[in-house]
């Protein structure tokens, strides 16, 4: 069975990402982790995790993880047109871990617009850690008013018409990189 981490980007109180994360993990054809970055306290970067000693439980649990994944999707917060530093730092503090990794990303923002700005910030980082980014996106506009604190949907038809390519195109390239290697 394959496995996917469902990684929560967003470190802010109040935050919506969670809720997101939650939706797209059930039910799934693979087995699922949802790391909440805020949990993983990461340190500022100062090098990569192969270059430094690391005491953090939390931050080497999330290395395992990521390497052992075959398939990565970000609930991405947007942030003035940008992802939040968080997600930066964890992308800067492993490498590695990210190479041929499927990615696909869902973006939230609790605003309308904001959604659209931060895949192209982000896609350039995702080019230079080496993963395969998928094309299939799952745009949230005014999340605080499409789901419950739970997770569940509230516009659920419409939400998951947004949703529908989503997981599914992960899932086609989780299968055809496991052919590839």
Not at 29 to 36: D, E, G, L, M
């Amino acid at each position: 069975m394959s496995s996917i981490v469902i990684l929560s980007s967003s470190v802010r109180n109040g935050r919506k990402s969670p809720q997101v994360a939650r939706y797209t993990e059930a039910p799934q054809p693979a087995s699922v982790i949802i790391p909440f970055l805020k949990e993983c306290k990461f340190s500022n970067f100062e090098g990569r995790l192969t270059l430094k000693k690391i005491d953090g439980a939390p931050m080497l649990q999330f290395a395992e993880e990521i390497k052992k994944a075959n398939g990565v999707s970000y609930v991405i917060p947007e942030y003035n047109g940008g992802y939040p530093a968080g997600l930066q730092n964890a992308a800067n503090h492993f490498y590695t871990q990210w190479h041929s990794n499927p990615v696909v990303n869902a973006t939230v923002s609790t605003g309308l617009f904001g959604i659209t700005q931060v895949i192209t910030s982000l896609q350039f980082t995702l080019w230079k850690i080496k993963s395969w980014t998928v094309p299939a996106m799952f745009s949230v506009p005014t999340a605080d008013k499409t789901f419950d604190e739970s997770g569940h949907a509230i516009e659920k038809e419409a939400t998951e018409k947004r949703a529908a390519a989503f997981i599914p195109e992960l899932m086609w390239c989780i299968e055809a990189n496991k052919r590839m290697n």
